[in-house]
């Protein structure tokens, strides 16, 4: 199946067809979890990079506000839980191995917890 892409602000979300979709995604190659790639809606630029396990995923698509697993802390986040820096979801595409995400969001104040825009900053 190509990637698909979900709409996830500006309406309400069916919470049976939201978990549906992710039963549907491949989180065996990743240790339970899939990629999370965070994209600006407006430029394109990309944000930063994080993992999702299911509830994340269905946190992300019901309220709207990007949630990740984070490894080190071993815990669910809402991303700007602390900082106030939110990521408001705007589209939500799945790649065609069903192993990665593509968050397109409005970020509000920075995605990167070392106060930067993106968190891809250090050019090589």
Not at 38 to 46: H, K, L, N
Not at 61 to 71: E, F, K, N, Q
């Amino acid at each position: 199946m190509e990637g698909e892409v979900f709409k996830v602000s500006s309406h309400t979300v069916n919470l049976k067809e939201v978990e549906k979709l992710a039963d549907s995604l491949n989180y065996k190659h990743n240790g339970g979890f899939v990629v999370a790639v965070a994209q600006d809606v407006s430029t394109g630029e990309v944000l930063m990079v994080a993992f999702m396990n299911k509830e994340a995923f269905i946190r992300t698509l019901t309220t709207g506000l990007a949630h990740y697993w984070s490894l080190s802390r071993k815990k669910l986040w809402r991303k700007g839980e602390e900082s106030g820096h939110i990521q408001l979801v705007k589209e939500v595409y799945i790649d065609c191995d069903r192993d990665s995400v593509l968050l397109k969001v409005n970020q509000i104040g920075y995605a990167c917890h070392e106060g930067y825009k993106s968190c891809f900053h250090y050019k090589v």
